[in-house]
């Protein structure tokens, strides 16, 4: 592993404030911005449309899709590039051929954009979205029981985030495959928070669809994010976008069929800078280490704040044990939580609050120092008073 404070020196935010917003927004390094500028730049130079242009974009997006690919071990094949998160999940979410009466399970922990997309299919389709009751059991009681007892005969796809976006727990993803997979049901995972903290095989772990993003843990530039389909589920999924990337085409240009990889769900002109810009992030943690030493030092962080939370009063941490994640995430008994919030950032502390359930979240980094932790502890320790 690199030296962290050297390592951080290349990431311009964390010069003039303490970060802790990873989970919603991570800062990008200065090497990520300028890759991004050059390719720009290059692209114009040579001109944006051309053989030239096309010979040199061509090779830097399948790049960018092997980075990502081997970030997941998986075969580059098996990516769809994607602008984000809710994208990758409207993509499996949309290209199940749904049928009425067919079910459709989420959490209760459920993005706000993934839950408005189950309610317009079951508009749409006539699907029966229910609900399972995850949130309670962050310090008690099995997640995959209660999936289990959700889980019917019909249910066609269950969509779950691997890491839960406002409590941090980690679900037992492999296990929660096995049930599912008894059941015949597809499995997507909402993977915002998951990817670029947690050491990933996407191949051994047996899910069907994995939705994630370059712009929060990665550090990457925001517009650029994947899908992974897992290749036994690709003919079971139709596109939900069609352009001329996810087609083959005759000698006339006429649509012939679809391509027989990821690109099966792209539309056509993707931002090849930020694609560049994403694959200099993810070169950027892998020199200071690898995923395995970043995620053991993001626990570390973890645990050492959850400790500190632990020992205010008028401050009660959700989780009861040190999260196996980034996000750490307590409630307050005496202020309302965005009061907080706001003078933390008039501090320039950058935390955030949650609605459900109310909450302030701190996302940790392995960029995290302790001592910007010990900092923001003081500040919340004299806030409170």
Same mark, same amino acid.
């Given at each position: ?16 404030? %303490? ?21 720009? &730049?290059? %692209?114009?130079? %040579? ?5 030239? #242009?096309?010979?040199? %974009? ?57 839950? &408005?997309? /189950? ?16 949130? &309670? ?115 006339? #240009? ?36 690898? /995923? ?94």
């Amino acid at each position: 592993m690199n030296n962290l404070h050297h390592h951080r020196a290349q990431f311009p935010a964390l010069s003039n404030k %303490i970060y802790f917003n990873y989970g919603g927004q991570g800062p990008m390094s200065q090497v990520t911005m300028d890759a991004i500028d050059q390719s720009q &730049a290059h %692209i114009q130079n %040579i001109g944006p449309f051309g053989n030239e #242009a096309y010979s040199w %974009i061509s090779p830097q997006i399948q790049a960018s899709r092997e980075a990502i690919a081997s970030l997941l071990n998986v075969t580059s094949d098996t990516i769809t590039l994607t602008g984000n998160v809710t994208v990758g999940c409207n993509i499996a979410m949309w290209g199940i051929d749904w049928h009425a009466g067919d079910h459709l399970l989420l959490s209760d922990c459920e993005h706000p954009g993934v839950i &408005a997309t /189950a309610g317009e299919i079951a508009r749409r389709f006539a699907v029966k979205v229910t609900t399972c009751p995850l949130m &309670a059991t962050l310090n008690e009681g099995d997640s995959i029981s209660i999936i289990a007892e959700n889980i019917r005969p019909r249910t066609r796809l269950v969509v779950l985030s691997h890491v839960l976006w406002n409590t941090g727990q980690v679900l037992p993803i492999d296990k929660i495959v096995e049930v599912c997979r008894s059941n015949k049901s597809l499995l997507l995972i909402d993977a915002a928070q998951s990817v670029g903290v947690l050491p990933l095989n996407l191949t051994t772990l047996g899910v069907d669809f994995y939705a994630f993003t370059g712009h929060k843990w990665l550090c990457g530039p925001a517009g650029v994010g994947g899908l992974y389909v897992r290749p036994e589920a690709r003919a079971s999924l139709n596109p939900t976008f069609i352009g001329l990337n996810g087609i083959t085409t005759n000698s006339q #240009a006429q649509p012939t069929g679809w391509q027989p990889d990821g690109r099966k769900y792209e539309v056509s002109t993707l931002s090849t800078p930020l694609y560049v810009g994403l694959k200099a992030a993810i070169t950027i943690h892998e020199q200071w280490g690898t /995923a395995e030493e970043r995620y053991e030092r993001i626990c570390q962080n973890s645990q050492y704040l959850w400790q500190k939370l632990n020992s205010l009063s008028d401050v009660k941490c959700l989780k009861n044990s040190p999260p196996e994640s980034g996000l750490v995430s307590f409630q307050l008994t005496n202020q309302p939580s965005f009061k907080l919030v706001q003078y933390l950032e008039s501090e320039k502390i950058l935390t955030r609050t949650i609605a459900n359930p109310n909450c302030i979240r701190v996302s940790v980094h392995y960029l995290t120092l302790e001592s910007e932790i010990d900092q923001l502890i003081t500040v919340i320790s004299s806030r409170l008073g």
